[in-house]
């Protein structure tokens, strides 16, 4: 397996050790979006624009917002993490763009070439070298951040103590009901930093006021999914064995979880997702998991390493062109779940973030009523 992930779930906001589950950067923070950084590359509305429009675009539509970033900092973009936090009072998102330190990067790399050594039964090393990648996190510095604002909802405290934190609050985007605002302070936090990587971060911080953001009505994830009414497809398990959607007429109902290999809140809540399965399948129902970065031979590795961590005894398919093409293409952030009958037809609405057993098995049990 080649060890190439870490740059890129580094710069998504993750810190992911290949050996065990990956985990965001906010510990346990439950606020914080799995959609960090959807790049654009080939997802824009005008299939002839030419891909080179779209470097260094990175596309948020639950938060409302597509960033450009300035052209002085196109040759630094793996140092420029974005992610998104999700509503609070009338907060109705904000996307924070903060410096990856190029040392950090180091510490990363290092960190994760360690890793190759560590044999699989030595649990506590893996642990702690995770936890060391986690850390790595708080050694990034904050740019500015980008809040969207809902006015029909009243002025609450999170709004007051966010604002009174920057100097500058800058209206950039009014649509409908939302406003959003740029936030940054004048003179930026260089404590902890390199000689090297303090000029870096202050000349990025200079940038601030030339990044393109371009605003729009945020669209959420269930918004998007709601035009998908069925599930069908042709593929394989991750282990290799032929599977098609006719899976489904075997079961009064099943539950397919969306998820990624980068995304800590997909693995942590996989073992309730096991007991879950277990526990259904007597009443009629089966669980599937659908792994949102694959087919690519990395992640299919890193998928086989997790699921067996995790001891998860259900099938987990590969997407074909048609899930792709489909559903795939309207999921933003992982994990999202949905629920289909025994035609693949999709029962209710989709459900957004990791859940309990408890919860999964209320949303079950009340798409089960909606199908007597």
């Given at each position: ?74 040759n630094k973009e793996r140092y420029i993490d974005m992610y998104g936090e999700m509503p609070i009072e009338n907060i109705e998102g904000q996307l924070i763009i903060s410096y990856i330190p190029s040392e950090t990067m180091e510490k990363a790399e290092k960190l994760n070439k360690e890793s190759e050594e560590i044999p699989e039964t030595d649990k506590a090393k893996i642990e702690k070298v995770a936890k060391e990648l986690i850390d790595l996190t708080k050694e990034f510095k904050e740019l500015c951040i980008v809040a969207n604002i809902d006015k029909s909802k009243p002025s609450g405290n999170a709004q007051k103590e966010l604002f009174s934190k920057y100097e500058n609050k800058e209206i950039i985007g009014k649509e409908g009901n939302y406003e959003f ?192």
């Amino acid at each position: 397996m080649k060890r190439k992930k870490i740059l890129t779930i580094l710069t998504s906001g993750i810190l992911c050790l290949s050996l065990v589950a990956c985990n965001n950067g906010t510990g346990s923070n439950k606020n914080q979006t799995t959609s960090k950084t959807k790049k654009t590359e080939n997802d824009t509305e005008n299939d002839t624009e030419n891909d080179t429009d779209n470097v260094g675009v990175r596309k948020f539509e639950d938060l409302g917002l597509e960033v450009k970033l300035p052209e002085k900092l196109i040759n630094k973009e793996r140092y420029i993490d974005m992610y998104g936090e999700m509503p609070i009072e009338n907060i109705e998102g904000q996307l924070i763009i903060s410096y990856i330190p190029s040392e950090t990067m180091e510490k990363a790399e290092k960190l994760n070439k360690e890793s190759e050594e560590i044999p699989e039964t030595d649990k506590a090393k893996i642990e702690k070298v995770a936890k060391e990648l986690i850390d790595l996190t708080k050694e990034f510095k904050e740019l500015c951040i980008v809040a969207n604002i809902d006015k029909s909802k009243p002025s609450g405290n999170a709004q007051k103590e966010l604002f009174s934190k920057y100097e500058n609050k800058e209206i950039i985007g009014k649509e409908g009901n939302y406003e959003f605002y740029l936030l940054y302070n004048n003179k930026p936090n260089t404590d902890g930093l390199s000689d090297k990587t303090k000029k870096d971060y202050e000349e990025m911080c200079k940038e601030v006021k030339n990044f393109e953001i371009k605003t729009f009505k945020p669209v959420t994830e269930k918004e998007k999914l709601s035009k998908h009414k069925k599930i069908e497809f042709n593929t394989k398990t991750i282990d290799g064995k032929k599977i098609d959607s006719n899976i489904f007429k075997k079961n009064k109902l099943t539950m397919v979880n969306i998820w990624a290999t980068y995304c800590g809140p997909c693995i942590e809540e996989m073992p309730d997702i096991q007991k879950l399965y277990e526990e259904v399948k007597d009443d009629d129902v089966n669980v599937i998991g659908l792994i949102s970065d694959t087919p690519d031979e990395d992640n299919e590795e890193l998928a086989k390493q997790i699921i067996s961590k995790k001891g998860v005894k259900y099938a987990n398919i590969i997407p074909d062109k048609n899930i792709e093409n489909n559903i795939l293409k309207d999921v933003s952030g992982v994990p999202v779940t949905i629920f289909v009958d025994s035609n693949g037809n999709i029962v209710g609405e989709s459900l957004t973030g990791a859940h309990s057993k408890e919860e999964y098995k209320k949303e079950i049990q009340s798409r089960l009523d909606k199908l007597k």
